[in-house]
C-alpha cells in the first residue's frame, strides 16, 4: 500500500491541471500561463509528472543551502525548468508555501512544425534539479517578465491565424535569454566551478587508481552523482570553463591516464586497458588510436 502511495501522480491534460489546482479552465488546450499573484492557485499534493514542459518564476527560494545558492548568486528570485515526464513535488516550486509567481507549461505538440520543437530539447537546463537553478538579477528578471507577460496577452486575445506563431517566437526568445543568463551564472560562479573541476579531477584519479571503484570505464551519471550534480549541468559548466563536455573531458583523462601508463609502466596493453575501465583490449586500442592517432603498441615504441 506505501508503494501505491509513492507513485507520482500523473497530470495529462491542461484541463486537469487547472482543475487540479482549482482554476477556471485554460485559454488554449496545449499552453497556459498562470500568473499566480493575480490568480492564487492550489499546488497539487505529493509528487505528480507533468507531459509539458515547466518554466516557472520562484521570487524566493526556501533555503539557500537546500539550493545551492552561495554568495556568486543574485537574491532576487529565479527561474525553474522540467521537461515532459520528470517527477515534480515537494522541493519543488509550486509547494504549498513556496509557490511560484508565473508558471508557463507547453505541450511538447504545441511546438510541432516548428524548429524549436528539435531545439528545446538541446538546452540543458530542462533537466537540472532544483539546486541548480537559474538565479536572476533585477534587470534579468524584468526582462523574463516581459516576455511572461507578451504571452500572457496573446493568450488573452482571440486565438486567429497568428497566435501560435506570436506566441512561439516569444517562447523562443524566453529560452534565448534564459540560456544566455546561464551563461552569465556559469560566470559568476566560477570560484566554486573551479572547485567543482578540481574535485572531478580527484575523482578520476581514483577511480583509475582503485580497483574497488571501477566498474567499467567512467561515465557522465557517475562522476555527476558523486558531485551532487545534474549529468547536464555537470557537462554544460564543463563546457563553460573548459570548452568541454562531460563525455569528451572524461575521454581526454583516459588518454592522459593512458598515456602515463604506456610510457612509464611495463604493464601490457590489455593490463592498461583493464587498468582504465576497458572491457576489452580491442576496444581500448581503437579507442586510443582515434584520440592519439597512433596506436597504443606504437605510442609505447616511440619511448624505447
Known sequence: MKKEENVPHRLGSLTEVHRTMGLPQP?????????????PVTPPSGTHVLNYYKISYKPKFSGKLKYGQGYYDFDEGGLLFAAPGQVIGHANDMESGTCSEYILLIHPDFLLNYPIAKKIKQYGFFSYTADEALYVSEEEKNTIFSIFK???????????????DVMISHIELLLNYANRFYKRQFITRKVVNNDVLQKLDDLLVNYFNDNSLREGLPTVHYLAQQLNLSPSYLSDMLRSLIGQNAQQYIHEKLVEKAKELLSTTS????????????????????????????????FRGAFN
Do not use: Y
Open 27 to 39: 485559454k488554449h488546450p496545449l499552453i497556459s500561463l498562470l500568473n499566480v499573484t493575480h490568480t
Open 150 to 164: 507578451m504571452i500572457e496577452t496573446e493568450l488573452n486575445s482571440r486565438i486567429d491565424d497568428f497566435s501560435q
Open 267 to 298: 604493464l601490457s596493453i590489455s593490463e592498461v586497458a583493464f587498468q582504465l575501465g576497458f572491457e576489452h583490449s580491442q576496444s581500448f586500442s581503437r579507442f586510443f588510436k582515434t584520440k592519439a592517432n597512433v596506436s597504443p603498441g606504437e
